[in-house]
């Protein structure tokens, strides 16, 4: 399996663009996390899904961010409109089911660097 | 609230020194522990997990982490760092919230 697939790895765009970062699980995993990344607050999470349903979005920071996962292969992270303070890495992971997304191994994807100037 | 706290933000050793990277949780009830590693230009993996019984779980690489319950750690150890183990290590918590929690990670740079 090629692991977790995100895309693009790196974004640069203007503030009150609007943003979508796409993630595609490995094949089989129930669960799909979306991290966010920065120095201040290290490693976040945004949201997860189980067999493509939302169940957790408390990490989700505004009304600007949306998920979406559509099918159990593809998941999109949407910003819109953009600002600078959204500037980050974000990860995307995905988890088999076999006890819990708190006790399974999560496996992450290489991330995506979003510049927002 | 749960949280996972890393208080060694950059930790910088020669080669062959030893290691250990301090992990405090607060949880209530039952925890679960992990430590993963994101290796310069990898994806974050993980390195060894925690559920229960044995306190001392040993991962791979040669590290291992010891769950001291009364101190609410789950340091991380190696008796001899190279310099391949120059990474970003990173605690995380997980319990009845069913979500894992992250600590802010540890920077360890080994010079050779």
């Known amino acids: 399996d090629a692991g977790v697939i995100q895309s693009p790895r790196h974004e640069v765009t203007e503030m009150g663009q609007e943003v979508t970062l796409r993630c595609k699980p490995i094949?089989?995993?129930?669960?799909l996390f979306w991290y966010r990344q920065t120095m201040m607050r290290g490693l976040e999470l945004l949201i997860y899904?189980?067999?493509?349903?939302?169940?957790?979005d408390s990490g989700m920071p505004e009304d600007r961010f949306s998920a979406k996962m559509p099918n159990a292969s593809f998941s999109t992270l949407k910003i819109q409109p953009s600002e600078p303070r959204d500037s980050a890495v974000y990860f995307c992971?995905?988890?088999?089911?076999?006890?819990?997304?708190?006790?399974?191994?999560?496996?992450f994807g290489p991330g995506t660097r979003l510049t927002v100037l | 609230a749960q949280s996972v706290s890393q208080h060694n933000h950059h930790v910088i050793l020669s080669e062959a020194a030893s290691l250990e990277l301090g992990c405090n949780y607060s949880?209530?009830?039952?925890?679960?522990l992990f430590w993963y590693v994101q290796y310069p230009g990898q994806h974050l993996q993980l390195l060894l997990k925690?559920?229960?019984?044995?306190?001392l779980v040993k991962g791979i690489k040669g590290f291992e982490a010891e769950f001291i319950k009364s101190k609410f750690s789950f340091n991380l150890r190696k008796p001899s760092v190279q310099w391949s183990d120059t990474a970003e290590y990173f605690c995380?918590?997980?319990?009845?919230?069913?979500?894992?929690?992250f600590g802010t990670g540890t920077l360890l740079a080994v010079q050779p």
């Open positions: 925690y559920f229960s019984g044995d306190p």
């Open positions: 995380a918590g997980g319990g009845a919230t069913n979500k894992l929690i």
């Open positions: 094949s089989g995993h129930d669960y």
């Open positions: 899904f189980n067999n493509n349903v939302p169940i957790d």
């Open positions: 992971a995905s988890s088999p089911w076999t006890q819990g997304p708190s006790t399974d191994t999560q496996y």
């Open positions: 949880y209530g009830g039952t925890v679960n």
